[in-house]
C-alpha cells in the first residue's frame, strides 16, 4: 500500500513539473517564453502608406505621426530630397509650440526627435559603405567607427549608431542611382519612436 501512495506521488509531482514547464505561458522553454509574445508598442495602430512615384518606393508609419516632405534641399550640384516624420504631438522647432498648440516640453531644444529619410543623388554609384565613411552627411564622424551589414527593402545597407544632439539610429542604402539614410533619433531607449521606426523600416520596399 505505501509502495502504491509513493508511486502515485512521484506521479503527481512529474505531472505538476510537466504543466509549470510546458503548460505556464509565462515560463521559459528553451530559452523562449510558452506562450504569446507581448506585442510592442503600437503594434496594432494602423499604418499610413506614403507611397513616392518619384523614386519608387513606398513605407507605412503610424497614424499618430505626420509626414513632411521637405522636397529638394540639395546645394545646387547635387540633389537631396529630404522627408521627416515627427510626432503629432512634437515640438515645432521655429516656435517651440507643439503641434496641436499645447506649451513645448522639451522648450529649448533645437527641435523634436525625428524618423528622417533623406535620398541624395549619387553620381559617382557609390557603394553604401563608401559613401557613409566619405562624406559628412552621414555623421559617421559622430560615431565609434562601429557598423553592421544588414539589409533594407532587400537592399544591402550599413547599420551605424551616432550621438549628437541626440541618440541616432542610422541605415544607408542605395538603389538606382541614389543614396537613401533613414536614420531615427531618441532622447531614451523606452522612447515610443523607436518602436515607430522599426515599423517604418520594416515596411519600407521599392517597386510597389
Known amino acids: 500500500m505505501q509502495k502504491q501512495l509513493g508511486t502515485l506521488g512521484v506521479v503527481a509531482l512529474l505531472a505538476m513539473s510537466a504543466f509549470i514547464l510546458w503548460g505556464n505561458p509565462g515560463v521559459y522553454r528553451n530559452g523562449k517564453i510558452n506562450g504569446p509574445k507581448p506585442e510592442p508598442s503600437g503594434a496594432a495602430e494602423r499604418l499610413v502608406t506614403y507611397r513616392n512615384e518619384q523614386f ?5 508609419y503610424p497614424e499618430r505621426y505626420a509626414l513632411e516632405e521637405k522636397g529638394n534641399i540639395g546645394d545646387g550640384h547635387r540633389a537631396r530630397y529630404a522627408f521627416v516624420i515627427t510626432g503629432k504631438d ?8 507643439a503641434r496641436d498648440g499645447r506649451a513645448s516640453p522639451t522648450d529649448g531644444r ?3 526627435t525625428a524618423i528622417t529619410l533623406d535620398v541624395f543623388q549619387n553620381l559617382e554609384g557609390q557603394k553604401p559603405l563608401a559613401w557613409v565613411k566619405g562624406t559628412s552627411y552621414s555623421n559617421w564622424k559622430l560615431g565609434d567607427d562601429r557598423y553592421i551589414v544588414t539589409a533594407v527593402a532587400g537592399r544591402e545597407a550599413i547599420e551605424y549608431r551616432t550621438t549628437g544632439l541626440y541618440e541616432a539610429m542610422n541605415y544607408v542604402f542605395a538603389d538606382g542611382d541614389a543614396i537613401y539614410m533613414l536614420s531615427v533619433t531618441w532622447l531614451t531607449p523606452q522612447d515610443d519612436i523607436i518602436d515607430a521606426f ?3 523600416k520594416g515596411s519600407f520596399e521599392f517597386g510597389k
Open 110 to 112: 533645437e527641435g523634436p
Open 56 to 60: 519608387g518606393f513606398s513605407f507605412g
Open 198 to 200: 522599426a515599423r517604418v
Open 90 to 97: 512634437a515640438v515645432v522647432p521655429q516656435n517651440g509650440a
